[in-house]
C-alpha cells in the first residue's frame, strides 16, 4: 500500500503506478507529467484505499474530465437505482462521480462506491454532516465537520469539495446589502445557516 501521496511522491522523484496509467492516458512522458504533479499543476487524486479506481490525472496541458453528480435523497431512495446510475455513468464515460447523497445510510452507500466503482470519487462533507450527527445543524462545531471530511477519507474517496467562502464578514455583507435571490449551494446554505445560529446564539 502507498505510504505517499501522489505530490509527495514526485517529489521525491518516485513514479508511481497510477502516474504511469495517466501518463499513458494523456500521451505525455513520464518526464512531462512527473515536474507538473509535484508542483500541483497535475493533480492524481487516489485514495489508497479505492482500490478499482481507475486514476486520471487533472489540471495543466490535460485533457478535460468529466464529471456527474448523483447521489441518495429524500426523493430517490433506492441506492440499487443509483448505484446503477453511476455504472452507467462510468460506462458512458465519466471520470468522476460526485456523491451528493444527502440521505439514509449514507456510510454504506459511500463504501459500496468506494469498492465498486472505478471512477474518481468525491463528496461533500457538509451535506453528510448532519446526517451522520443526528444533529440540528446549529450545534454542529468545526471540529465535528472536520471529522465528517476524516471520515471520508478513510471511507475511501479520493476528494471533497469544501465550503470555505462564507465567513462572517460575508455574512454581514449578505445581511446588509441583501441578495437579489437567494444562496442557489445547498453546501453554502448550510454554512451560512450554522454561522448565523451560532452567531445570534452567541449574542
Not at 430517490?76 to 452507467?88: F, N, P, R, S, T
Amino acid at each position: 500500500m502507498r505510504q505517499y501521496t501522489q505530490m509527495e511522491a514526485a517529489r521525491k522523484g518516485i513514479v508511481t503506478p497510477e502516474l504511469v496509467v495517466v501518463a499513458k492516458k494523456e500521451g505525455r512522458s513520464i518526464e512531462e507529467l512527473l515536474p507538473l504533479v509535484a508542483s500541483g499543476k497535475v493533480v492524481i487524486s487516489a485514495n489508497k484505499k479505492h482500490r478499482c479506481l481507475d486514476p486520471i490525472g487533472i489540471g495543466s496541458m490535460l485533457k478535460t474530465k468529466i464529471n456527474v453528480n448523483l447521489g441518495v435523497s429524500r426523493d430517490c431512495k433506492d441506492y440499487d437505482v443509483e448505484m446503477d446510475k453511476v455504472m452507467q455513468a462510468v460506462q458512458m464515460g465519466a471520470d468522476s462521480i460526485m456523491d451528493l447523497s444527502s440521505h439514509g445510510n449514507t456510510q454504506s452507500f459511500r463504501q459500496k462506491l468506494v469498492e465498486e466503482c472505478p471512477a474518481l470519487l468525491g463528496t461533500v462533507p457538509v451535506y453528510d454532516a448532519v446526517i451522520h450527527y443526528q444533529r440540528d445543524l446549529q450545534t454542529l462545531s468545526a471540529e465535528d465537520f472536520i471529522d465528517v471530511v476524516r471520515m471520508h477519507a478513510e471511507d475511501g474517496v479520493d476528494f471533497v469539495t469544501l465550503h470555505c467562502g462564507i465567513t462572517r464578514k460575508t455574512i454581514q455583507q449578505i445581511k446588509e446589502q441583501k441578495r437579489l435571490t437567494n444562496i442557489v449551494s445547498r453546501g453554502g446554505t448550510l454554512v451560512f445557516a450554522g454561522h448565523d445560529r451560532r452567531r445570534k446564539s452567541l449574542l
